[in-house]
């Protein structure tokens, strides 16, 4: 079966020649977000780089130093005797209180589940102290593997108090945690959250489709209730090569 060709034309690029900014930085900026909005689904086929270049008045030279800067970030890929074509988009997730699924969702992104562990255990130390149990005390366990257009994108791995939501298997491969403790009338309120980055182990690179020892970003996550309760926390791994966590930083 053919991959899809993108229509330029359809794509509504343009550049300002008075600007600043360089020629080919604008295209590549115009083209990622085509990208990250769908109007160039993954596997899509951008096209002739001749005819894009005399169609917005640029040298090829300048188009292929656009397209490359988004082969280098790995949202496209030159195939010899296929031609260009756009990989996958890079997830962008604010940093506020809401869940992975929903901006996947928000995103056009179509995330899945896949539950690997949905269990009762007791809780370690570091987790215990989060929810502000006592160490032992039996909570939930699920850890989850999220995807998006089939892909493998992050690992979740949340505790939460036990008996404080109906968390089936079911359910969770069907929906997001953060609805289903909606749904169970838990009030999300506010949350304590520390990012960071580390390399993946051989296990975590399978189960992500990455090589061993690629960058993966952490995020660590205590959510609490409208009374005050931390009602889940989180510990997650994202492919750095497919996510980012966007920053919006005011002056006080």
Known sequence: MSKPTADPAALELGVDRSSPVPLYYQL?????????????????????????AARLGLSR???????????????????????????????????????????????GQHPT?????????????????ALGLPEGTEVHLVERLRSAHGEPMALLRNHLPA??????????????????????????????????ARLATAEEAAQLAEPEGAALLTMERTTYDDTGRAVEFGSHIYRASRYAFDFQLLVR
């Open 28 to 52: 590549s900026q115009q083209l990622e977000a085509a990208i990250e909005k769908g109007r160039l689904a993954p596997g899509s086929l951008l096209g002739n780089e001749i005819e894009l």
């Open 113 to 129: 589940t896949c539950v690997l562990r949905n269990t009762v255990e007791p809780a370690p130390a570091a987790t215990a102290a």
């Open 163 to 196: 008996g404080l939501v109906d968390l089936s298997t079911e359910r969770l491969e069907a929906t997001g945690l953060y609805r289903m403790l909606r749904a169970a009338g838990v009030t999300l309120h506010s949350a304590r959250q520390t990012v960071g």
């Open 61 to 107: 030279p300048t188009v292929r130093q656009a397209i490359q800067s988004l082969v280098d970030k790995g949202l496209m890929v030159r195939r010899r005797g296929v031609g260009t074509q756009v990989v996958h988009s890079q997830v962008r997730r604010p940093l506020e209180l809401s869940s992975l699924y929903d901006d996947l969702e928000a995103a």
